[in-house]
């Protein structure tokens, strides 16, 4: 690709990949005037519906960011995010430190999270939190930190228009989470027995999630929504859960269960015919293992009772 006319965008061939966070970036240097930005611009951020492939796409891109992070342009972005944690933000103390440490002094760099960011053991909780609330950042999971005198994981925030909260976590009260756990029993849909630590796991992972998706979860939730929207894992299968859908989005390739390449609706690739987030993603869901266990595996045990009533026929004649 050829650069921008003046060289003021400066940019490698290659691209950056945060393969956990389904995140794509073009390294670049932005010339400005009398100053310079060195750092990651994401081409696919999946919090915003962001996915650019094109080699023009990317440079209309890259010039629209461009002008957005020019020094003129940062102080009204700094009154605007004031104006935001003030009223809108208020009681997210934690999460705005964050935000305070990767915009301090308008000095845009990568911050290392073992000694820049404030202290705290869900740090990454913190960062996506900044991501649901609009905000866009990239990650760089091999970054060698001269303080820690190692690779370590870094973060960079960009100071660009901040987007709709999307993709938000659905919070669920500890009374609710009660009535959950106690209609399904306490079984491990994954196990099929109880287990003493099991979670109320969404069935639509959030990686497929958009603005549109996040509802509320009232305490009186009616029976046949939880069991439409709900079942229960250990925290083990969970993530091994998030790791499943998120190689299917990356991918297109639907999950399995210990190998078993069966489906109870579609095929083992991801329909086309259905987008990758939104509303309308977690029809193109149904059917894999993960989505729904508990009718998976009732859908597997109709096939093996329909086998074993046809052997016994042929058997029988």
Not at 90 to 113: H, I, M, P
Request: glycine content about 4%; aromatic content about 12%; charged content about 30%.
């Amino acid at each position: 690709m050829d650069d921008p006319p003046e060289k003021k965008i400066v940019f490698a061939e290659h691209q950056e990949k945060h393969l956990k966070a389904s995140e794509r970036y073009i390294p670049v240097k932005f010339k400005y005037a009398d100053a310079y930005w060195e750092g990651w611009v994401p081409i696919e951020y999946r919090r915003s519906g962001l996915n650019i492939k094109t080699d023009e796409e990317v440079l209309a891109y890259l010039n629209h960011v461009y002008q957005m992070m020019s020094p003129e342009n940062i102080p009204a972005w700094r009154e605007r995010q004031k104006q935001y944690w003030q009223t809108n933000a208020a009681k997210a103390t934690t999460t705005k430190a964050f935000f305070e440490v990767l915009a301090e002094n308008n000095q845009f760099t990568w911050k290392c999270v073992e000694c820049r960011l404030p202290a705290n053991p869900n740090w990454a909780r913190r960062i996506q939190d900044l991501k649901d609330r609009g905000y866009t950042l990239a990650t760089d999971t091999k970054r060698y930190c001269h303080l820690c005198k190692a690779n370590k994981t870094h973060v960079m925030l960009l100071p660009l228009p901040r987007g709709e909260e999307v993709a938000k976590y659905e919070t669920i009260s500890p009374k609710l989470r009660k009535r959950i756990i106690r209609l399904f029993e306490s079984v491990d849909v994954f196990e099929g027995s109880k287990k003493s630590h099991c979670l109320p796991d969404h069935k639509f992972p959030e990686i497929r999630w958009d603005g549109n998706v996040h509802s509320e979860n009232p305490d009186y939730m009616p029976e046949d929504e939880i069991r439409q929207k709900f079942q229960l894992l250990s925290n083990q299968r969970n993530l091994q859960k998030r790791e499943v859908c998120r190689n299917c989005f990356q991918t297109g390739r639907r999950g399995s269960v210990i190998g078993l390449p069966i489906f109870y609706d579609g095929g083992p690739l991801w329909d086309e015919k259905f987008p990758k987030r939104g509303l309308e993603a977690e029809q193109g869901c149904v059917g894999c293992p993960w989505y729904d266990m508990a009718r998976w595996r009732s859908f597997v045990n109709g096939l093996y009772a329909a086998h074993i009533e046809s052997h016994l026929h042929k058997t029988e004649s």
